[in-house]
């Protein structure tokens, strides 16, 4: 298992292939590069934001195997073979908003829209797996979120009605 | 900011990784990324190579074993959350993984990383302190087993060999009907504690604690069992008045100053908190 001068050849830029949105994409990454910035930079899906850079404020976020990951905590090179959902893949291929897209459109729970492809991530992570979440629930997932602009309160509404969209009340 | 440039290896067993850690000089084991992939972003931590454990399934596990419970080290903090194991047998530690960052950081933060993280104030490190864990760490000269006691070298600091990585943990649950309470202190949910506070309580037949475990997070550089506050309480009924003695013990523990929290805060927060936890324990130990 002997690795000659390791450095400058497992540095280099390597092929990655992914599904994101459902679509196969093949890409270059060095093992620096994160997962946002190669989705951002490499595939040009410009919907995912950068934040912070350091996991706090939770703008980068997507779905890795339907697991909402902080997309600048995750180098490109790991995503090699998972299948991502990004902010583009939300809405249904004919342009229809999600529920939560809808939800967010029609109560205000956005401004200026920074953290909100992230907050949309994760709120669908939520209610893939619970469409009758309380407050409670919605205000935990978005812990991992910041905005500086709402005050969250129209945020939880609208998730929680976005619930209620899908229950098809 | 943007990772500094290094080289990248993703080992698929635990023996190609070891192999590697040996090999590699400058190497560094990124496990769940969610506190080393930050520090490369800063630029706090410039390794020459990362060594990828991601993609070893053998390390990702939660499993019944004699009397332990072990997990393997790249078990997610999230499996830890929904795991029935966790929940039935060690109730202590389910009630602390809540605390541990978002659901987005436990979706891909790992037992291990945590531990080898070992952030004084982070849960897992204090929840293995209190529970008196067995930490099992692997070279290529073979496996050891470290008492999570002797594993904080120093400050963020494990007991291991540059070429060791940490492979399992293992932890005896407390016997049925035992008390236990986790509290924290933090500005926000999710952030870092400012102080933590990890109680576990046993009665004896004669109605006397036979077992107390008192630990505190976030007031020195590794969490820290409360030896004296746990003595003052055993073989006593547990009456507010025993509590009022740990309580007083706590208030005069050993704190860290830092830029934002001086020590006498840490210190009357520790008071509080295990005040508050041994009441809840008790509670759940079917007294009071």
Same mark, same amino acid.
């Given at each position: ?15 990655? @292939? ?5 679509? @196969? ?12 910035? *190669? ?34 905590? +995750? ?21 229809? *908003? ?5 939800? *967010? ?8 829209? *920074?953290? @909100?492809?992230?907050?949309? +991530? ?48 | =900011? ?5 080289? /990248? ?47 070893? !399934?053998?390390?990702? /596990? ?5 009397? &332990? ?45 945590? &531990? ?14 209190? =529970? ?22 120093? /400050? ?5 060999? !540059? ?9 005896? !649950?407390? !016997? #049925? ?62 009456? #507010? ?48």
């Amino acid at each position: 298992m002997s690795i000659s001068n390791p450095i400058p050849d497992l540095s280099a830029a390597r092929p990655i @292939t992914l599904v994101v949105n459902g679509k @196969t994409c093949n890409g270059h990454a060095e093992p620096r590069v994160n997962l946002v910035d *190669f989705l951002r930079g490499e595939l040009h899906l410009t919907g995912t934001h950068v934040g912070c850079e350091h996991g706090v404020c939770g703008a980068c976020t997507v779905l890795v195997d339907g697991v909402s990951t902080r997309g600048c905590l +995750m180098l490109a090179v790991q995503a090699d073979g998972t299948n991502i959902c990004t902010i583009e893949g939300l809405s249904d291929p004919d342009g229809a *908003f999600h529920p939560l897209q809808k939800a *967010f459109h029609e109560l205000h729970a956005l401004q200026c829209g *920074f953290c @909100t492809p992230g907050i949309l +991530m994760s709120a669908a992570e939520l209610l893939a797996s619970n469409n009758d979440p309380g407050e409670d629930a919605v205000r935990e997932v978005l812990s991992g979120h910041l905005c500086r602009c709402t005050g969250y309160t129209n945020i939880v509404t609208a998730i929680l009605r976005a619930a209620a969209i899908m229950r098809g009340e | =900011m943007k990772a500094p440039a290094f080289a /990248y290896l993703a080992p698929t067993t635990v023996e190609q990784a070891l192999g590697y850690l040996h090999e590699v000089e400058g190497a560094r084991v990124l496990a769940g990324g969610q506190s080393l992939m930050s520090m490369l972003n800063m630029r706090y931590a410039f390794p020459d190579c990362l060594i990828d454990i991601n993609r070893i !399934p053998a390390l990702s /596990y939660i499993r019944e074993s004699g009397n &332990l419970v072990e997990f393997g080290s790249m078990t997610r903090q999230r499996d830890v959350e929904f795991s029935n194991i966790v929940a039935t047998r060690l109730p202590l530690l389910r009630e602390a993984i809540l605390h541990v960052g978002h659901r987005q950081t436990r979706n891909r933060g790992t037992v291990g990383g945590s &531990l080898c993280q070992l952030d004084p104030s982070a849960e897992i490190p204090t929840i293995a302190t209190a =529970m008196d864990a067995k930490v099992s760490v692997a070279s290529v000269r073979g496996t050891r087993a470290i008492d999570m006691a002797d594993f904080p070298a120093g /400050y963020m600091n494990p007991a291991m060999e !540059p070429d060791e990585m940490l492979v399992s943990i293992g932890i005896e !649950p407390w !016997p #049925q009907g035992h008390g236990h309470a986790f509290l924290e202190f933090s500005r926000r949910h999710g952030d870092f504690a400012i102080v933590s506070t990890a109680v576990l309580l046993l009665f004896g037949e004669d109605g006397l604690l036979s077992r107390v475990s008192i630990t505190l997070g976030g007031i020195a550089a590794a969490p820290v069992r409360v030896t004296l506050a746990e003595n003052v309480l055993l073989q006593t009924r547990g009456t #507010q008045r025993d509590v009022e003695r740990a309580v007083a013990i706590c208030l005069a523990v050993d704190s860290t100053s830092d830029t934002y929290i001086p020590a006498w805060y840490r210190q009357r927060l520790a008071g509080a908190l295990t005040g508050r936890a041994l009441n809840i324990a008790l509670k759940r130990a079917g007294k009071q």
